[in-house]
T-cell receptor, first 108, second 116 residues
């Protein structure tokens, strides 16, 4: 069974700080997606990474896919209250496997 | 362009009652997914359709759950009879073409179901 573990489960930091959240598995994925979910809404896709070692940037967010395509990280620089939400990773195996998410709170 | 539409947004019902959740996918999308989200289990895929045909229903918890897609613009998820452990937020999502594991899924706002 393919599993995706996200860490930390919960993170609360002050505005302006940097942070990194992780998505790990013992399985190899063909690609991996990161979604952000705000309260009362459905998840929204942020990025898809496909190649081992790939790095993608979305403004202050930097996504990296591990060389072995088993893990990924999301780094946020100078976090803002608008970054608050649940961050979900989803890996493509024989089907799409979802992590449990990291709940991120950025305090003003 | 309207996104995925779900109704109702909130549903409160008593144990044993039938519950029907509705979804209208984005026009032109050929994949439709039903998910359940809880604090304990996170986001779980229940079933997905391709061109109105159910492809994988292995995530449907038990026979009390059923899903239909009579046409390209409408799908239902039915729970009969409902139980308190079915309380969760149910999401519908749709995507266009290709592998459902690669292409972006567009989620609806969800239906928050509470079974008392």
């Amino acid at each position: 069974t393919q599993l995706l573990e996200q860490s930390p489960q919960f993170l609360s930091i002050q505005e302006g700080e940097n942070l990194t959240v992780y998505c790990n598995s013992s399985s190899v994925f063909s690609s991996l997606q990161w979604y952000r979910q705000e309260p009362g809404e459905g998840p929204v896709l942020l990025v898809t990474v496909v190649t081992g070692g790939e790095v993608k940037k979305l403004k202050r967010l930097t996504f990296q896919f591990g060389d072995a395509r088993k893990d990924s990280s999301l780094h946020i620089t100078a976090a803002q209250p608008g970054d608050t939400g649940l961050y979900l990773c989803a890996g493509r195996g024989y089907q799409l496997i979802w992590g449990a998410g990291t709940k991120l709170i950025i305090k003003p | 362009d309207a996104g995925v539409i779900q109704s109702p947004r909130h549903e409160v019902t008593e144990m044993g009652q039938e519950v029907t959740l509705r979804c209208k996918p984005i026009s032109g999308h050929d994949y439709l997914f039903w998910y359940r989200q809880t604090m304990m289990r996170g986001l779980e895929l229940l079933i997905y359709f391709n061109n109105n045909v159910p492809i994988d229903d292995s995530g449907m918890p038990e026979d009390r759950f059923s899903a239909k897609m009579p046409n390209a613009s409408f799908s239902t998820l039915k729970i009969q009879p409902s139980e308190p452990r079915d309380s969760a937020v149910y999401f519908c999502a749709s995507s266009l073409g290709g592998s459902p594991a690669v292409n972006e899924q567009y989620f609806g706002p969800g239906t928050r179901l509470t079974v008392t």
